[in-house]
């Protein structure tokens, strides 16, 4: 079956713009995680949904970042007023619980984000 | 979370076993030790994952002496395409992940 998909794989945006990163879970996934991952190191937690609960959030770098996940399935999210350290690969991950320890969880292919 | 020490980098021959250790002291009794594989250009991806003593998949052995501050994984017979950094993963929170700079295995003809 599909993994789990992410869009756009690729986006340039100016320095104060505005940029939504989707992320399509694997069917029938309860848990959706966001992680950003530099070069040369491995991802970093962002944040969790359990269906459409936000139950962790202290990933976040600050109020700039945002994320949603309304109908349990999709979620986005939004970095407002991008600046050149949010240059990074976001990384999207579904689980089909919520236990990390005991759940393995599914990576999508990333978005590379690049603020000029 | 468990904090996690494991090697920056090893290189190998094709048909050669690779062991990478990685170092959990603080390990927590209900923590389990996972595994992920993560090739460039992708996203990380589940290898395997233990409690105590081994456990062996169709891709790898992992192996947990008793007290379980420490583990290895055992990638049997290496080829070309198992060059790719693995991350050793020990938490304590139901749902994060906890990442380090992993182990790049570099495997050479």
């Known amino acids: 079956g599909a993994g789990v998909s992410q869009s756009p794989r690729y986006k340039v945006t100016k320095r104060g713009q505005d940029v939504a990163l989707r992320c399509d879970p694997i069917?029938?996934?309860?848990?959706l995680y966001w992680y950003r991952q530099a070069l040369g190191q491995g991802p970093e937690f962002l944040t969790y949904?359990?269906?459409?609960?936000?139950?962790?959030k202290s990933g976040l770098p600050n109020d700039r970042f945002s994320a949603e996940r309304p109908e349990g399935s999709i979620s986005t999210l939004t970095i407002q007023r991008t600046e050149q350290r949010d240059s990074a690969m976001y990384r999207c991950?579904?689980?089909?619980?919520?236990?990390?320890?005991?759940?393995?969880?599914?990576f999508g292919p990333g978005t590379r984000l690049t603020v000029l | 979370l468990a904090k996690t020490t494991q090697p920056i980098s090893m290189d190998s021959y094709e048909g050669q076993e690779v062991n990478i250790t990685c170092s959990h002291n603080?390990?927590?009794?209900?923590?389990?030790i996972t595994w992920y594989q993560q090739f460039p250009s992708q996203g990380p991806r589940f290898i395997i994952q233990?409690?105590?003593t081994k456990v062996t998949n169709e891709v790898a052995s992992l192996f947990i002496p008793a007290d379980r501050k420490s583990s290895t994984l055992s990638l049997p017979r290496v080829s070309l395409s198992d060059t790719a950094v693995y991350y050793c993963?020990?938490?304590?929170?139901?749902?994060?992940?906890?990442f380090g700079a992993g182990t790049t295995v570099t495997v050479r003809a």
């Open positions: 991950a579904s689980s089909f619980g919520g236990l990390a320890a005991s759940n393995e969880q599914f």
């Open positions: 069917s029938g996934h309860v848990s």
């Open positions: 949904f359990n269906y459409e609960a936000q139950q962790d």
């Open positions: 603080n390990i927590a009794t209900n923590d389990y």
């Open positions: 233990g409690y105590k």
């Open positions: 993963l020990v938490g304590l929170n139901d749902y994060k992940l906890s």
